[in-house]
């Protein structure tokens, strides 16, 4: 696609439950990342992926949370037994060019643990 | 370890005005820097980037950012701001040397007066 895209865009969950969010980067971009949205706070990084492997894992949370990439392209943020305080804007962004090029954002998955 | 520090959460200037935006970083070596901005409803767009060279750097919209070794700084700047510039803004930066992480800072919230 044109950009990187997310799904879903929100998503409601009850505490204790299973999410798992998608991201589509564009074509081409060897690096995907994924970072975290508070409200009234800047995007905290959670994990950064080059290729199919996890460069730099260093900002998830808790082993609660796991990302994978296994081609290389999709990526998908998995959180097991949720919390109120997972709740947040989880932003996906991708690079052709790692650390050093610009970051194309996605819109956001809007999380809400209940 | 590698930090930014925005250090005005809020600015207010009246359409027109001037605006200087605060970014410091902390940082082992020399960085790359960015400036994204995000709107309501709308993805973090790259404004500007420093990786090397002339330290004033245009960006889109009219804003420039400056480089300053010696104050560890990257304020963002425009000389006359329009009431479609209010939105946060954020610093990031990332390694000069190796591809890894992008940090942000937490973000400083621009209010036009008319």
């Known amino acids: 696609g044109a950009g990187v895209s997310q799904t879903p865009s929100n998503k409601v969950t009850e505490k204790g439950k299973y999410v798992e969010l998608r991201c589509d980067p564009i074509?081409?971009?060897?690096?995907l990342y994924w970072y975290r949205q508070s409200l009234g706070q800047g995007p905290e990084f959670l994990i950064y992926f080059q290729g199919t492997g996890a460069a730099d894992d260093s900002g998830l949370p808790n082993d609660r949370f796991f990302a994978v990439r296994p081609e290389g392209s999709v990526s998908t943020l998995k959180i097991q037994r949720t919390e109120r305080g997972d709740s947040a804007v989880y932003l996906c962004?991708?690079?052709?060019?790692?650390?050093?090029?610009?970051?194309?954002f996605g819109e956001g998955s809007r999380l809400t643990v209940l | 370890a590698q930090s930014v520090t925005q250090p005005d959460i809020h600015i207010t200037v009246s359409e027109g005005a001037s605006l200087e935006l605060r970014c410091n970083y902390s940082y082992g070596a020399t960085p790359y820097l960015f400036w994204y901005v995000q709107s309501p409803g709308q993805g973090l767009q790259l404004l500007l980037k420093?990786?090397?060279?002339?330290?004033l750097v245009q960006g889109i919209k009219g804003f420039e950012a400056e480089f300053k070794r010696s104050q560890s700084s990257f304020n963002l700047r425009k000389p006359s701001v329009h009431w479609s510039d209010a939105a946060e803004y954020f610093c990031?930066?990332?390694?000069?040397?190796?591809?890894?992480?992008?940090?942000f800072g937490k973000g400083t919230r621009l209010h036009i007066l008319p």
């Open positions: 990031a930066v990332g390694p000069m040397d190796r591809d890894d992480k992008i940090i």
């Open positions: 074509s081409g971009h060897t690096a």
């Open positions: 420093y990786f090397s060279g002339d330290t």
């Open positions: 962004a991708s690079s052709s060019l790692g650390g050093t090029g610009e970051l194309f």
